[in-house]
């Protein structure tokens, strides 16, 4: 399947014929992405189908045997690691469980990227300001002193979503954000992560096997089967497919 070639809008993450096996488990058979700016693309797939292993590809935290991968116009397999340090830093990630550190206070859990990352934001005095706009954007302006564990996990989801948007990355990466949650809470955050496109104007890849979460957030869907971007289009064109290896994504 050619990458859709949509000259109006910047592609601010290119993947071309991306494989990748372990043994002779072969995991990406030759996948293919575009992410444009300001795009909510969702990539749904089977539990084990490589959605995390190719998201971990995209970040460089897993060599791929062979393809092109290229994160707002750098060539990841190329970058030393000063230089992919410096391009994650433009990239929040929200991984499967991303756990918060059970032994600092919800401050100090926003203020662990900051200073990683301080060249970033200029060198900072206090951290107060900016650790409450990110708190205040998830609803959570509250709950800057307290500890994890007194938290909901939904609350908890929502404070590794600010601890995201601390460094005002450019493109967000969700493996999964729903997974584990309530319906009602996983509402709430897909309502959170939608805001948060909006008023920053982030460009967002959604990993999920989550139909509802698809249907709400998505503009553009891709359907990793095989290893391979095997469908792609709206979530309406998808769900009305008559191919039954599409059909069987939508049926309840
Ligand atoms: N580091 C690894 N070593 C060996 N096999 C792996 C590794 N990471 C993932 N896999 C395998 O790759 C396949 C896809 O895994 P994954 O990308 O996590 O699936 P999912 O689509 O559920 O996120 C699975 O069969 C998994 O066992
Ligand atoms: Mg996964």
Redesign the pocket.
Known sequence: MEPINDNSRKVVIRIEDLR?S??S?H?LNGFNMVLHQGENLVVM????????????CLVGL?TPDSGYIEVMGKEIGTLNRQNLDELRSDIGFLF?GSALYDSMTVRENLEFPMRRHKEKLGGFHDTTPLVLEALENVGLGHTMDLMPSKLSGGMKRRVALARTLILKPKIILY??PTSGLDPITAKEIIELMRSIQKKYNTSSLI?T?DVDCARVISERMIL?VDGINYADGTFSELSSSSDPKVEAFFKK
Do not use: A, R
């Open positions: 990748k372990f043994g488990n995991v797939g089977k539990s084990g189908s490589g959605k995390s292993v190719m998201i971990k897993i499967q493996d999964e990993i096997h990793l």
